[in-house]
């Protein structure tokens, strides 16, 4: 076992100061002005840079970075099962494992530490994972195409599933990953549900992402997706819904109630053209602890979750005709998982898990900006200097390890998979 060098970051900004930290047996050691540094401490001058909490993906696929720029600018239904759905066919987990390193290093070179994934072959979205060294909860996508019968078959697979991530060490938590209601019965809902319960488990899934996605939900089971999720057991604190953009009032309030997170992914909804903005004032006055993601990179394309946030923002004040919507603290206690239990997020404090992104904001492009301001209005991933996830270092002066043969990988990957 390798030993970890503890951490001391030098006089980089932390919410309103200037401070060091110590990062030292996976979590932050201390936080303070003048920290002494040890013999062996790797030190990171922190002059120009604020250090945040990592940011945290709330819903991705990291794979699909083997099909980014594959069938743009398609309709949703028409992307998916024309051109994502038959590819996914195709798939191997080695395939999964190569797109989710490409994903990763993207993720952590961009000042991610934590990703909420789900997808095919998820035990090497996890092995993945452990190699880059990154956080993530990792569900297998379950589909059974509304055929409950076909769903039971794939029970004991699913349970083997949770029990392999569950090995997987401790930067990967299992989850369960039913599609969407549109694309799970209602028995392999319930199921899954329970066995979230049984196991304290997430459960990640796709909710009222489009209009013809709550119309076929009442036109069916004569609610909305969010109330027969929740009929079905499946709406909880442990709860990870993704886009919600077309969540109502009732919804929201019944969102709330359960305490689940909406993870809101305004990039990929504005390029498959959801058609309406996550209703964010609504749902932050609701109560709904929310999260931002970036979806696959199949439908965004980038994994860069700063150049989202800036997104986010303008969204969110655009569709409320009020720029006073969604201030930049606001935005990055958002990105960072700080506004949601299961996402997990903490400010930089004493006993807080070692996961710090440190990103430069005195240089072209940023400077001069108050530090909030500037990390959500001007800068992208690309600002980012240093990242560390569980006390290990994972990005130095923005370089993470091993990019040449991961492209290799995926390129040729990609291009099998793509005929
Ligand atoms: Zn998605």
């Given at each position: 076992v390798s030993e970890v060098r503890p951490v001391v970051i030098r006089g980089a900004v932390v919410g309103d100061e200037v401070v060091d930290l110590r990062l030292a047996d996976g979590v932050v050691a201390a936080v303070g002005p003048d920290?002494?540094?040890?013999?062996?401490?790797?030190?990171?001058?922190?002059?120009?840079?604020?250090?945040?909490?990592?940011?945290?993906?709330?819903?991705?696929?990291a794979s699909m970075t083997l099909f980014r720029g594959y069938g743009d600018d398609l309709p949703l239904m028409e992307w998916l099962e024309r051109w994502i759905w038959p590819a996914e066919q195709r798939l191997e987990a080695e395939d999964v494992y190569w797109g989710a390193r490409l994903a990763m290093a993207e993720m952590l070179r961009t000042g991610t530490t934590h990703l909420v994934d789900m997808y095919w072959h998820p035990e090497a979205v996890a092995r993945a994972a452990v190699d880059a060294g990154i956080r993530a909860t990792t569900a297998a996508v379950f589909f059974d195409g509304g055929d409950a019968e076909a769903g039971r078959r794939q029970r004991p697979q699913v349970l083997d599933t949770l029990d392999a991530l569950a090995d997987a060490g401790p930067l990967v938590r299992p989850?369960?990953?039913?599609?969407?209601?549109?694309?799970?019965?209602?028995?392999?809902?319930?199921?899954?549900?329970e066995v979230a319960d049984?196991?304290?488990l997430p459960i990640h899934i796709h909710?009222?992402?489009?209009?013809?996605?709550?119309?076929?939900?009442?036109?069916?089971?004569?609610e909305s997706p969010a109330a027969w999720l929740d009929r079905l057991g499946g709406l909880s604190e442990r709860t990870v819904a993704a886009h919600g953009c077309w969540l109502d009032d009732a919804d929201l309030a019944l969102v709330a109630e359960r305490r689940a997170t909406v993870v809101t992914n305004p990039v990929s909804n504005m390029k498959l053209a959801t058609g309406r903005t996550f209703p964010y004032p609504a749902a932050v006055a609701a109560g709904v602890p929310v999260g931002l993601g970036t979806d696959g990179a199949s439908s965004n394309n980038g994994l860069d979750l700063l150049a989202d946030l800036k997104v986010l923002a303008l969204a969110q004040k655009h569709a409320a005709d009020d720029p006073a919507v969604l201030p930049a603290e606001e935005a990055l206690a958002v990105a960072t998982g700080q506004r949601s239990?299961?996402?997990?997020?903490?400010?930089?404090e004493v006993g807080a898990p070692a996961d710090v992104a440190l990103v430069r904001v005195d240089g072209l492009g940023v400077a001069p900006s108050a530090p909030a301001a500037g990390l959500v209005y001007a800068a992208t991933g690309a600002h980012v200097e240093a990242v560390v996830v569980a006390g290990r270092v994972r990005v130095r002066h923005g370089r993470v390890e091993g990019i040449d043969e991961i492209l290799a990988e995926v390129r040729h990957r990609a291009a099998r998979l793509r005929r």
């Open positions: 920290l002494a540094a040890s013999p062996g401490d790797e030190v990171f001058d922190g002059t120009g840079c604020v250090a945040l909490p990592g940011l945290v993906n709330g819903h991705t696929h989850a369960v990953g039913p599609h969407a209601v549109y694309t799970v019965s209602g028995d392999s809902l319930a199921w899954l549900a049984e196991r304290a909710l009222s992402e489009t209009a013809d996605e709550v119309t076929r939900c009442r036109a069916e089971h004569g239990a299961v996402l997990g997020g903490r400010p930089l």
